[in-house]
């Protein structure tokens, strides 16, 4: 039986679910990221007496685990990711194009992607052909909350991060 078996038999890949929410992703404010059972597991602490945005993610128990910042004099938005003193991830926003596009940048580990409408918060993330996470205010019933659903064998807390540079960068009158 499992000889003739195709892609579309396979179970999907489990995911972890989150809730945001995007009235309090502003310029130091500090927020709970929560869990699908609404417990409290990650904090982004907003740092207010920086030049540039900045961010930080930070486990439950307040430990950090990734530092976010925006570069300043820049010709297109950017976001730097660290993980202590290595930078993890560099995002950029695409300037020319129809629709919305983010190009996340790990060095040597590739390049994810992120497309969608990001104002509305509906897009997903990619790397290859591979989906690595979706985010939609169309699961939440709760106003100004949206869901992150994030294949539960990536790097959650830097897809969560990537879900914050998108945020800020998309919603910088905030």
């Known amino acids: 039986m499992g000889l ?97 596009r983010f190009t996340i940048d790990l060095g040597e580990h590739g390049e994810m992607f992120a497309r969608g409408n990001f104002v509305d918060h509906e897009y997903k993330i990619w790397r290859d052909d591979l989906e690595l996470a979706e985010v939609s205010k169309r699961w939440m019933r709760v106003r100004d909350t949206y869901g992150i659903s994030i294949r539960q064998d990536e790097d959650i807390p830097l897809i969560l991060a990537v879900c914050v540079c998108i945020d800020a960068i998309s919603h910088e009158t905030r």
């Open 4 to 100: 003739f078996r195709n892609k579309h038999d396979e179970a999907p890949p489990a995911t972890a679910m989150f809730q945001m929410q995007q009235r309090m992703l502003s310029f130091g404010d500090d927020f709970w990221i929560e869990n699908g059972l609404g417990q409290k597991v990650y904090k982004v602490d907003g740092k207010v007496m920086h030049v540039r945005k900045t961010f930080v993610l930070e486990d439950a128990q307040g430990n950090e685990l990734l530092k976010i910042a925006g570069r300043v004099l820049r010709v297109r938005d950017t976001m730097v990711i660290e993980r202590g003193d290595e930078t993890v991830a560099t995002l950029h926003k695409h300037l020319i194009g129809f629709r919305d």
